[in-house]
């Protein structure tokens, strides 16, 4: 029973380096999200793709993020130039459609810029 | 702007005490409701959730919740809590039809044993 996988759990990058996370999602789901949380808020929707498609991209950042699904493999949030203010944790989810369904969520990547 | 405020940002319990958890929302068309619990080191997991139907929903683990339309609140409640209920809990909405929910910032539960 695979539920939606990422990784790395941990991430540790230096200011100016490139982070990438990953996201398998459930086996069949072909809709994914990413969240990401910042301290003592609460999650924040930033990109919602289906297979090769990036649907809605309006809470990522305009530079240096950037998300793919593609056909092949998992879901990629890359984040070029890491900042201090970057530092948070990432979740993935995956739903079998695009709407009034329940989104699975990962276990998150926590990724800390120093 | 839409938003999901949940009012307790940590509770503290003894077990067996009776827990609610309040959440509002701010959307005046029909939602989607949603509560979910992170366990310490483990992914968010789906507690219940509010398409439409009976306001009382009834979730795992023996929680619940009710959707009050007048008050635009999706209260979570366990008349008994357990130790092993410590956690983070966190309400999310979205208008019906939408896929971009909107997070509560959490609520941090602590039940002593």
């Known amino acids: 029973n695979a539920g939606v996988m990422q990784n790395p759990r941990h991430l540790v990058r230096r200011r100016g380096q490139e982070a990438r996370l990953r996201c398998s999602p459930v086996?069949?789901?072909?809709?994914v999200y990413w969240y990401r949380q910042l301290p003592e808020e609460g999650l924040k929707f930033m990109v919602y793709?289906?297979?090769?498609?990036?649907?809605?991209e309006s809470g990522m950042p305009k530079e240096r993020f950037s998300a793919e699904f593609p056909k092949e493999g998992p879901s990629i949030l890359r984040i070029q130039q890491v900042v201090r203010g970057d530092s948070a944790a990432y979740f993935c989810a995956s739903s079998p459609s695009g709407s009034d369904t329940e989104a699975f969520f990962g276990q998150g990547t926590r990724l800390t810029v120093v | 702007a839409q938003s999901v405020s949940q009012h307790n940002h940590h509770v503290i319990l003894s077990e067996a005490a009776s827990l609610e958890l309040g959440c509002n929302y701010s959307y005046g068309g029909t939602v989607n409701l949603f509560w979910y619990v992170q366990y310490p080191g483990q992914h968010l997991q789906l507690l219940l959730k509010y398409f439409s139907g009976d306001p009382l929903v009834k979730g795992i683990k023996g929680f619940e919740a009710e959707f009050i339309k007048s008050k635009f609140s999706f209260n979570l409640r366990k008349p008994s809590v357990q130790w092993s209920d410590t956690a983070e809990y966190f309400c999310?909405?979205?208008?019906?039809?939408?896929?971009?929910?909107?997070f509560g910032t959490g609520t941090r539960l602590k039940v002593l044993a």
């Open positions: 793709l289906q297979k090769e498609n990036i649907i809605d």
């Open positions: 086996k069949g789901h072909s809709h």
């Open positions: 999310a909405a979205g208008p019906r039809g939408t896929y971009k929910y909107i």
